[in-house]
């Protein structure tokens, strides 16, 4: 089976730096992806890794770590509009995608 | 360029009854995967589907069920609804399948409610 862990909530001040952590197990691996999801909205796709190594788009980083079965998100200058459900996600075996329950972002002044 | 749509936005049903959801993908997508999100968790991974195959399949009864059209739209049935069916059922496509590296965009879903 599949599992991933991340931490509920996470509170940061605005123009901050905030790292979202996921560490999974699961049997077969092909790539981790993080989405995010405002309120009432659509997740919306952020970043997909499938190596080792950091992957950076704009504000947004996300980091792979096989060997430890671990990844992160970065988000960098932070904005209040940041605030959201993060969910990372696992692209695993047998064609299945198991995202996480995901981290509550709050961004204050 | 539209997004990926869906319909109905919003349903409610009884106990026991059947309903089907629909999902028009973005243009040039060929999978589809359908998932399922109760409030205040993750998607659940129900079907995904590809060159209108079945390619994978979640923890899902059978009384879920899907398929996909040549158009590559796609419909999501549910038979004998539970009250436990609650919940937002959201459609993503991607280009190919969705562990290469193509990501996913999903659909504003539909939110279904069984009395």
């Known amino acids: 089976g599949q599992s991933l862990e991340q931490p509920s909530e996470v509170t940061a001040v605005e123009g901050a730096i905030v790292q979202i952590n996921c560490t999974y197990q699961?049997?077969?691996?092909?790539?981790l992806s993080w989405y995010q999801q405002h309120d009432g909205g659509a997740p919306t796709f952020l970043s997909y890794n499938a190596l080792d190594g950091l992957e950076e788009t704009g504000r947004f980083s996300s980091f792979l770590s096989r060997s430890d079965s671990y990844g992160y998100l970065l988000l960098q200058e932070l904005q209040m509009k940041d605030s959201a459900s993060y969910f990372c996600?696992?692209?695993?075996?047998?064609?299945?995608?198991?995202f996480g329950t995901g981290t509550k972002l709050q961004v204050i002044p | 360029d539209a997004g990926v749509t869906q319909s109905p936005t919003h349903l409610i049903k009884t106990r026991g009854q059947q309903v089907t959801l629909r999902c028009s993908p973005i243009?040039?997508?060929?999978?589809v995967s359908w998932y399922q999100q109760v409030l205040g968790q993750g998607p659940q991974f129900i079907f995904q589907y590809y060159e209108k195959e079945e390619r994978g399949r979640g923890n899902f009864p059978d009384r879920f069920s899907a398929r996909q059209f040549p158009n590559y739209s796609s419909e999501l049935n549910v038979n004998a609804l539970l009250l436990g069916d609650s919940a937002l059922y959201l459609c993503?496509?991607?280009?190919?399948?969705?562990?290469?590296?193509?990501?996913?965009?999903f659909g504003d879903g539909t939110r279904l409610s069984i009395l």
């Open positions: 699961t049997s077969g691996f092909y790539g």
């Open positions: 996600a696992v692209h695993g075996g047998y064609q299945k995608v198991t």
């Open positions: 243009s040039g997508h060929k999978s």
């Open positions: 993503a496509s991607s280009l190919e399948g969705p562990f290469f590296d193509q990501p996913q965009h």
